[in-house]
């Protein structure tokens, strides 16, 4: 039997932000949906793109970690431990795909509306993650090296015995979010996770969502993240990005917080 989890989004580390904006924004079907900080870093701005009104699956948002003394940001390096490539379908025509500004390995193929595709793990030892996603996530095997999530897509882990430790920055997927529908189901697989053994993070408020973090044995970051409260609770939809939202817990500290902040152009 299928399982019931499905991609909510991904996040990758990017360089600098303007770069950034203005590449995601050209992207058909694509919009900014929501313009923010990272929350446990509000120093960095944290862009989600997304279709509508930031429909799960549909989602790819960015940590820019470009500073004035790096307009590029620090880059990293790939290697085992990480995400290798996500597959995004976009309504792109199929003769050029773009390529991400900061090499990040986000692959884009056509399709009539966005949705997020697939993940490929890089993995020094890949067994243990095959048997993590299939036995505690329950997905669903297709293959020596794949597993199906609930709504068709699917996750590869590529054996990479040779690869080095790879290490995070500018350029580098962080890690991708798996979508169910309620806290209900969330504190259900948190209860599963932790009754296997698996080091999971409290529920943290993301303000537009609910997550719980954990590491599958290779040692990328998995989270697992509510469809709602959505985007809508701090913009209209005919409005969404267009200002700096943060979460109340963060308001008073707006003027600083801006004020370290790269300047971008919308």
Known sequence: ???????????????????????????????????????????????????????????????????PANPNGRRGVRGAGQIGVVTMRAPIGS??????????????????????????LCEADAAPTIAFLRD?????????????????AWIDVQHSPDATR??????????????????DAQLAWREKLIRAGVRVSAVRDRLYFHSIYFREPGGVLLEIATDGPGFLIDEPRDRLGAR???????????????????QMTL
């Open 166 to 183: 790879g290490k995070m920055g500018a350029g580098i997927i962080h890690h991708f979010a798996l979508r169910v529908a309620d806290e």
């Open 95 to 120: 003769d050029d795909p773009p390529a991400d500004p900061d090499g990040i390995s986000i692959q884009f193929a056509a399709a009539e509306s966005p949705h997020l595709e697939s993940v490929t």
């Open 1 to 67: 039997m299928a399982s019931s989890l499905t991609l909510h989004h991904v996040t990758a580390l990017a360089g600098n932000v303007q770069r950034n904006l203005d590449f995601y924004r050209g992207i058909p079907g694509f919009k900014l949906v929501k313009r923010t900080v990272n929350f446990d870093d509000p120093g960095s701005y944290h862009l989600y793109f997304g279709a509508g009104e930031g429909l799960p699956g549909t989602l790819l948002t960015f940590f820019p970690w470009a500073t």
């Open 136 to 152: 505690i996530l329950g997905l669903e095997p297709d293959g020596p090296n794949r597993l199906r999530l609930g709504d068709g």
């Open 244 to 262: 700096l939202c943060l979460p109340p817990w963060l308001e008073p500290a707006r003027e600083g917080i801006e004020r370290r902040l790269s």
